[in-house]
């Protein structure tokens, strides 16, 4: 299991415990998922946590379920859910203001974010929608993708408000809000309920910071010790 795959499964322990935290992160989900518009939702992963995840947190959040749920014994690879239904769509998007049959493009309501709580469950849902993150032995890499032009300028205000500081890109088409600093990195791990992985990136960065102290330490001596060599040789 990759160390994105792992951070998914451990945000998806987090408890479905309070309705406006449930609201907030399927918000995250929708805007960063696959399809997300009053013809059809549909969402896409290859995360099993997520995938059983899913059904408990929209019947929690709109009280409805999913018009397509992929075979969970049998399937491999990708895992598809769909609604189709406009009654269950129109239904979700009234949850956050929207007009279904007049929604030109999708903005964040934010005032569906006032508490913390609910800012944290809206970015892990992001995340397990349309997050991935590098294996920290490799490098420090985080992103969460969305195809909504605006989704991408309003997380980034938002993430700027926790006093992360993130950076923003273009890619095919689709628009990335991203960390390449370790330390913002493991602040949004924290806050999204990945503490244990947030640990396992301070202890590689450790780790890493060490090991390059050592091999700068053992190139420094070789270096002086060839110069003594050097001079003796002169001599």
């Not at 998914?8 to 998922?33: F, S, T």
Request: glycine share 4%.
């Amino acid at each position: 299991m990759s160390f994105s795959s792992e951070v998914k499964a451990e945000m998806c322990r987090m408890p479905l415990n309070r309705p406006c935290c449930a609201l907030a992160e399927a918000y995250g989900i929708l805007l960063y998922c696959n399809t997300f518009s009053y013809r059809e939702i549909r969402i896409i992963t290859e995360s099993r946590p997520f995938a059983n995840r899913l059904q408990t947190l929209f019947k929690t959040a709109f009280e409805i379920e999913f018009d397509v749920v992929p075979n969970m014994v049998n399937a491999s690879g990708k895992l598809s859910f769909q609604i189709k239904d406009q009654e269950k769509i129109e239904k979700v998007f009234e949850c956050y203001g929207y007009d279904a049959k007049n929604c030109v493009a999708v903005h964040t309501n934010l005032a569906m974010l006032e508490e913390d709580c609910c800012k944290a469950a809206f970015l892990r849902g992001a995340f397990l929608a349309g997050g991935s993150v590098t294996d920290p032995e490799k490098s420090y890499h985080l992103e969460l993708v969305t195809p909504h032009y605006y989704v991408r300028g309003e997380t980034y205000a938002l993430m700027l408000e926790l006093g992360l500081s993130p950076k923003d890109a273009t890619r095919n088409g689709s628009y990335i809000v991203y960390f390449k600093q370790s330390n913002y990195i493991e602040d949004f791990l924290t806050f999204t309920g990945a503490s244990i992985k947030a640990m396992e990136l301070m202890s590689a960065k450790v780790e890493k910071e060490l090991r390059n102290s050592v091999n700068r330490r053992v190139n420094c001596d070789t270096a002086n010790l060839e110069k003594a060599v050097d001079a003796a040789q002169t001599q």
